[in-house]
């Protein structure tokens, strides 16, 4: 239970502000030094304080919009009701309107590794927005020591506390956590690569772990997406050789199949040419989009739609997904001698052009993208006309820390 605030407690917090120098840093704003504030004065033996954002501001507004950094142009322009551009150097943030414009907004250092002293909490990562009233924007406040800023006062605002808010809140009986956490222990050196290390100079790297969580397919629970590295034993006569695979795989979830493999396929391999790499990227319909190219023996890229396996028309469609072999489900595919192609069907190279403008204005989140080798870069943006004209993006997964943090988080 939250305790009562007296007016003993309100004194302190003036000292705690005062005082609290290892709490004050440049990046804390007018609102979060009140956040700070108000958990110190009314937090519970656990540190924890219901915090009525509504009752800390001084000035009107109808609609509060908390912004995540991971959040998409499409999911800010839906939320907000229009074009919205983050201040330089803001990671989340809080946007309060009055009728449709904005009044105030403040932004809060986005939690990375190590927290900032106060920052916002998004624990269900299948939406990256959130949006409140002033009658409902409750959420649950907490301070706890943080043992990499040498065990300071730290202070958080979990957005997602569904007996306080009721929006965009998973419900507390699935298990999904719990289930995808288990996979992601028993695969973790595959997803961090440590077994590989002497493969990185190939391109077969994936850091700390790439992951995301999101609602791809709209079912019942937030899709588990990750990278990781598979390898393959071909034998031919006598002859042995070991092919190592990037491979991205997506894992859903239900309270009566537990979880199933939906998508595994391979992205990215180290064998034989220079120009290969891939792209997994979210488009502004919301559709999951994959970019592959291989520079074998003949060069060829394409952009196919992610579609789960089951859901496929051609049942004898083989793994691997994102290939040559299968480029008739290809939403634009191209190979070095000149054929381009629709969904299987050879169009001219100005419909082909039209197309992959299209595409390419389409992009709106990348999660995935391929890896930089050394001497080459990200080979992504090297020889394609596509790309030449775009700068890296920065891709929105968590490492493998992060996203076991997050399920162990969910579960509590």
Known sequence: MVMKRTVGCCILALLFAVLLTSCQNDKIGALGQKFMDEIECSMDANGEAIIEIAALTDFGWDSMVAISTFC??????????????????????????????????????ALIEHPEKVYLFFEDRSSWYR??????????????????????WCYVLRLDS??????????????????????????????????????????IDTGDGKI????????????LLYIYVDEITNTIGTYTTIDYYLKMKILTYSEEEGVATVFDSVVYD???????????????????????LDGGIVVFYGFWPIIAMKDLVNPECQ???????????????????????????????????KAGKE??????????????????????????????????????????????????????
Do not use: H
Not at 166 to 175: A, E, I, L, Q, V
Not at 270 to 292: P, Q, S
Not at 329 to 348: C, H, R
Not at 362 to 383: A, H, M, N, S, T
């Open 131 to 152: 949006e409140f009233t002033p009658d409902d924007a409750k959420v649950l406040g907490r301070r706890f020591q943080d043992p990499g800023n040498g065990n300071g």
């Open 319 to 353: 793994e691997p997904y994102l290939s040559y072999e299968n480029r008739d489900l290809a939403k634009l595919f191209y190979i070095e001698t000149g054929l381009a192609s629709q969904f299987g069907n050879e169009i001219p190279e100005e419909q082909f052009d």
């Open 212 to 223: 995301a969580a999101l609602d791809v397919y709209g079912d019942e629970a937030p899709e």
């Open 270 to 292: 180290a064998a034989g040419g220079e120009d290969k790499n891939y792209c997994i990227y979210l488009a502004r319909d919301g559709e999951l989009m994959g970019y592959v």
């Open 359 to 412: 595409i390419m204005d389409g992009i709106d989140l990348v999660l995935f993208q391929g890896p930089v080798v050394p001497e080459d870069g990200l080979r992504l943006y090297k020889r394609q006309d596509f790309w030449k004209d775009v700068l890296p993006f920065e891709e929105s997964c968590m490492t493998y820390v992060e996203a076991v943090a997050w399920l162990e988080e969910q579960m509590a």
């Open 72 to 109: 998409s142009e499409t999911e800010k322009e839906k939320a907000l009701g229009f074009k919205y551009s983050k201040p330089k150097g803001a990671d989340d943030i809080l946007v309060f309107l009055k009728d449709g414009k904005i009044v105030y907004e403040e932004s809060f250092p």
């Open 162 to 203: 569904k007996e306080l808010s009721g929006k965009n809140m998973p419900d507390s009986r699935d298990r999904y956590p719990e289930a995808y956490l288990d996979i992601l222990k028993a695969n973790r050196l595959a997803i961090t690569g440590e077994q590989y290390d002497e493969l990185f100079r190939y391109g």
